[in-house]
């Protein structure tokens, strides 16, 4: 017996129901873009915050708490959860002067709202409340309001709060993105607050943990085979660079290529055995890209460089900076 003989709709009515709920919601979303002054205001609220930003979902929002709450951490917002319940049973001693509350309210009515505003104004701490109501009790009251369009809940009665949660959190996440923006943040300031997982991969550059300047293992042309042994011993890396003038790399020497030729070192130059065109990395390389060479080539270091096409060496990444990184 198929599925949809078990739930008494036939695949394209089951279908249909899909694409209806969904569409409800891209619908909501769209009308939600139209921003206004209020986001900014928020915005600026946010990025002033010397404290903490207090997200308390009222009623059934309090379940869409958690997770914006994530996403305000993940992008360098310090930010806490306060359940509107326990908040008049001792939780409000969360807040403290300097901190900034976000209020989740889809009616903007429920009895926890006034109390919660009033502790905050005590404290002179400003209040952002997400609702759809501009004539209730929290629209009136707070600092800030974030007005959701008078969309339906894709609930069939109305009640289930659905669209109502995801223009929310589509809300939040317009904010933490404009303060990522504001703020400079770098793809390693993210990568620093959520280094574990493939993501972090991709989110950390080359650029932030590659060996500089006199770190490098780098010899120019036309030096000795004494000098090349002594930088590769020295610096650590199992090899070496050669660069022109400019600093552009013409080749490497590896330790491998030393024990290759072994018996004739006396007799060549560095130049004579290094590989000219070895694989290297671009800076603005993440740390995927790199382990990705690595292992392509079976190699353990990579220089990085400044132009692919003047070569000019800017760092270098071995194999063991990754591991360090919990990466590879």
């Not at 394209?12 to 939600?32: D, K, N, P, Y």
């Not at 209020?38 to 009222?58: D, H, I, P, S």
């Not at 403290?96 to 209020?103: E, F, H, N, P, R």
């Not at 694989?279 to 990705?292: F, I, K, P, S, Y």
Request: glycine content about 10%; aromatic content about 2%.
């Amino acid at each position: 017996m198929s599925l949809s003989r078990v739930l008494g709709a036939d695949s394209s009515t089951i279908l249909e129901m899909g694409r209806q709920a969904i569409a409800t919601e891209a619908e909501a979303l769209r009308l939600l873009a139209s921003l206004d002054a209020e986001f900014v205001a928020a915005v600026e609220l946010v990025q002033n915050t010397k404290g903490r930003l207090l997200v308390c979902g009222v009623g059934r929002s309090a379940s869409i708490g958690t997770k914006l709450v994530a996403t305000f951490v993940a992008t360098g917002t310090p930010a806490c959860s306060l359940n509107a319940a326990e908040a008049l049973h001792g939780g409000v001693g969360l807040m403290m002067a300097g901190d900034t509350l976000l209020l989740l309210s889809k009616s903007g009515e429920a009895r926890e709202c006034g109390l919660i505003i009033r502790w905050a104004k005590a404290l002179s701490i400003p209040v952002i409340a997400i609702t759809s109501n501009r004539a209730s009790l929290v629209a009136r009251e707070v600092d800030v309001v974030l007005l959701l369009p008078a969309q339906p809940e894709v609930c069939p009665f109305g009640s289930t709060l659905t669209t109502s949660m995801t223009m929310m959190g589509a809300l939040v996440d317009a904010l933490a993105m404009a303060l990522v923006r504001i703020r400079g943040m770098t793809a390693g300031d993210l990568y620093r607050r959520g280094p574990g997982g493939g993501c972090g991969l991709d989110l950390l550059l080359v650029d932030d943990f590659m060996h500089r300047d006199d770190a490098l293992p780098l010899l120019p042309s036309g030096a000795s085979m004494e000098a090349a042994l002594d930088v590769i011993g020295s610096k650590g890396f199992g090899v070496m660079g050669i660069v022109s003038d400019d600093g552009c790399l013409l080749g490497v020497v590896t330790d491998g290529d030393i024990r290759r030729n072994a018996g004739q070192l006396s007799r060549v130059t560095p130049e004579a055995i290094m590989t000219s065109r070895p694989r290297t990395l671009r800076c603005g390389a993440n740390a995927r890209e790199a382990l990705a060479t690595m292992s392509q080539s079976q190699i353990t270091s990579l220089f990085v460089l400044g132009d692919n096409i003047a070569r000019q060496v800017r760092g270098l990444v071995h194999i063991h900076d990754l591991l360090r990184l919990g990466i590879g």
